[in-house]
Each structure stands twice: as structure tokens, then as C-alpha cells.
């Protein structure tokens, strides 16, 4: 599965972030243990019952291990975030369920700072977690033992020693395999968490500091006007709906396409602007073009790809941190042909920095609110950054 290469890439980065710190000037290393119980959606009667467990399948727990590291103060993104941290995790799943779901390993990369402080000792956190699941069992809602998981929490952490940090939250998290394959009823889970953290190379509270403004020149941090360009692809399966019966389209269908995304920085953590989005989509239409249904299976002709293609514009707000940001939009296709898809859309994009202007592009493009489109992993360069 493409999010697993995908995720090694991250990993990678993140190592060398942290040598390139470290050349610098001392990092502050961070190992953690978290613990996580989490309530199941109870929206399909698999979770509900109607699985190989005859059982119920409300609840899930995990138990977290990460290693993390924060910019060294006097360096440029530890002055400018000096609450933020970032790094890798592993944490086996339970579902108290192993016939019916299995025991899914969880491989991510994380990133977490503050939102707000109280004084040393005391601060609103917040964190996110994307990676991949592995050992999932494969049934009618999931087709892949391999999925994708993203968490986001919100925590209040104390700290009561230099060493040492206690936080106490709650966590909203999914399992999908992004259409990649079908079935893919995708898993939302309700969580809490309560973990440990120890820091090592500091020996007192770090004091309630303001970020700093500054590049390593020594200059005011500006605002300035960026344009994003964006080039995307993946590949999915679909269900089409004939006769009011949901049918798996036959083959595997690729997706293609860019955004155009002039954004304004108006701070150190902030971007919003417009964009441009145009896309193929392979899979788009054969609803309307089906020759045979074969055990539940449907064949169908070649659309005319003037019919597979769109173009939207979008609302973007973007959230920066060292390393990544965070990239929510809402559009509507002003130009489209696509009768089985709306005009709505929704996407949330994770960009990993891979230079000053070069990152990678990992996101998810829903339908109207909810239903889960594609995902669109690529590469983007930003101009004028």
C-alpha cells in the first residue's frame, strides 16, 4: 500500500531533522508512554454483533510508545515554536475481538505543542498521529489488512519536575484504507488518554517564553503571499449503484490532478487563501455505462473522458508547524460532467517539508461531508515561500 512507502519517507525526514538540530545545537529528546481506551461507532451491525465473535464490538484500547524531540532554544524553529515537538510512535490495538478484527500494529509519525500556557507548570496541548495499521482482518467492511490512521487529542499536561510530564485528554481517531480497495466502511473511535513523558538534556522548568520572530539573520518574520502548486495521483475502487443495489465495479482506476494555491501567511502558525483544483478521475460515470452484473460484480464500457474530469475552486486554512502543516479546504466544482459524483467537496492535506519550498502532499478528498472520496498523495512547491 502506497501510505506504508509514504510513511517511511516521513520517518526518514524526521531522523534527519533531528541530526540536522543536533549539528546545530543540543535537541531535547522526549521518550513517552500513553494509554488510550476508546469507544467504537456503532454504525454498521458488524460492530454491532454481525461478526465472526457473535459479540458486540464497542471498545478498543491501545497502548502507545513514542520518541519525539523539540528544536533547541537559540535555533531558528525552536525560538519560533518553542513549545512544539515531533516524531515517531508505535502502539499495538486491541478490540477484545482478535477473531472478528484482529490485533492491528500502528506505525506513525506525530507532532504535538501547546496551545496555551499556565504559567511552567501547566499547559493545553494538543497532538496528531498519522500513519499505517497492520493486521487488520479483512471481512465486508474492510477489503485491506493494511490501513491508515489518523488521530487527533487535545490534553492538559503538568509538569511537575524538568524531567518529567503528565497529561491527561481526549482523542478522535480513524482506520480507513482511503478507497483504495473495497469494502471500506472506514472506523471512527472516541478515545481518552492519560501518558507519561520523559525529557532528557534539561535540568530546570523551561521558563513561560514568547516565540521569537526571527529567521537565523536575525530579520522580523514577515508576511508575504505564496502560491502552492500541487501535483496528485492514486489509485481506488468504487461501488456503482444499479436497480438500488450497490454493485463493486470491476478493475482498479486511477485519479490524477493539481491545485493551484496562492496563500497568504498571515503569522508564524497561520495560511489561508483560495485554490484552483482539477482532477481525473478514472472510476467517474461507469454507473451510467454497465454492460453485465456478475456475482455482484459490474462491468462496464468506457465513459468519454470529458466525462471523468473537474475542476473546483476551494477555501483553504493551513496550520503551520517546524516540518509539517496542516491543510483543510471546502470547494464546489464550478465545472464538472460527473453525474454519480456532487458538486460539494471537502479535503484535509498533511504537508511534509522536505526543503524550504518542497514537500510532500498525503491527503483525503470527501464527498459533500462525509463520504470518503480518494486520497491524493504527491508533491507540491511553493513559490515565493
Excluded at 66 to 76: A, K, L
Excluded at 195 to 218: N, Q, W
Aim: with cysteine.
Amino acid at each position: 500500500m502506497n501510505i506504508k512507502r509514504l510513511l517511511l519517507c516521513i520517518a526518514v525526514l524526521l531522523l534527519h531533522q533531528t541530526s540536522y538540530a543536533q549539528q546545530k545545537s543540543s535537541v531535547v529528546h522526549r521518550a513517552g508512554v500513553s494509554v488510550r481506551p476508546a469507544w467504537n461507532q456503532q454504525l454498521w451491525d458488524f460492530y454491532r454483533g454481525d461478526n465472526p465473535s457473535g459479540q458486540p464490538i464497542r471498545m478498543n484500547s491501545s497502548v502507545h510508545l513514542q520518541y519525539s524531540f523539540m528544536f533547541p532554544e537559540g535555533s531558528t524553529l525552536g525560538d519560533m515554536y518553542p513549545s512544539a515537538y515531533q516524531g515517531v510512535g508505535v502502539a499495538p490495538y486491541t478490540f477484545f475481538s482478535h477473531e472478528a478484527v484482529g490485533s492491528p500494529l500502528t506505525l506513525y509519525v506525530f507532532q504535538g505543542g501547546s496551545l496555551a500556557r499556565f504559567g511552567n507548570r501547566l499547559s493545553l496541548d494538543y497532538e496528531w498521529n498519522f500513519g499505517a495499521s497492520f493486521g487488520w482482518k479483512t471481512n465486508y467492511l474492510t477489503s485491506t489488512s493494511v490501513n491508515a490512521f489518523i488521530d487527533a487529542g487535545l490534553m492538559l499536561t503538568w509538569k511537575p519536575v524538568p524531567q518529567w510530564s503528565f497529561s491527561v485528554g481526549a482523542d478522535v481517531f480513524h482506520f480507513s484504507n482511503g478507497s483504495v480497495r473495497i469494502p471500506n466502511a472506514g472506523l471512527n473511535c472516541l478515545g481518552t488518554r492519560v501518558s507519561a513523558t520523559r525529557v532528557f538534556g534539561v535540568d530546570r522548568l523551561p521558563p513561560d517564553r514568547r516565540p521569537v520572530r526571527r529567521d537565523e539573520d536575525g530579520r522580523k518574520f514577515m508576511k508575504n503571499l505564496d502560491l502552492d502548486v500541487v501535483i496528485f495521483g492514486t489509485a481506488k475502487q468504487v461501488l456503482v449503484s444499479r436497480d438500488n443495489k450497490w454493485l463493486d465495479l470491476d478493475g482498479t482506476y486511477a485519479v490524477a490532478g493539481f491545485n493551484l494555491n496562492p496563500m497568504y501567511q498571515f503569522n508564524r502558525l497561520f495560511r489561508a487563501g483560495i485554490s484552483y483544483d482539477f482532477q481525473y478521475d478514472g472510476s467517474a460515470n461507469h454507473g451510467n455505462y454497465i454492460l453485465e452484473v456478475r456475482d455482484g460484480v459490474a462491468y462496464a464500457g468506457k465513459p468519454p473522458r470529458s466525462t471523468q474530469v473537474s475542476a473546483g475552486l476551494s477555501v483553504r486554512a493551513e496550520f503551520v508547524m517546524p516540518i509539517f502543516s496542516l491543510n483543510i479546504g471546502a470547494g464546489y466544482k464550478v465545472m464538472y460532467k460527473i453525474k454519480d459524483q456532487g458538486g460539494h467537496y471537502l479535503l484535509i492535506a498533511l504537508k511534509t517539508w522536505l526543503t524550504d519550498n518542497l514537500f510532500l502532499h498525503t491527503g483525503y478528498m470527501f464527498r459533500g461531508l462525509y463520504s470518503p472520496e480518494h486520497l491524493m498523495l504527491g508533491l507540491g512547491w511553493s513559490f515565493g515561500r
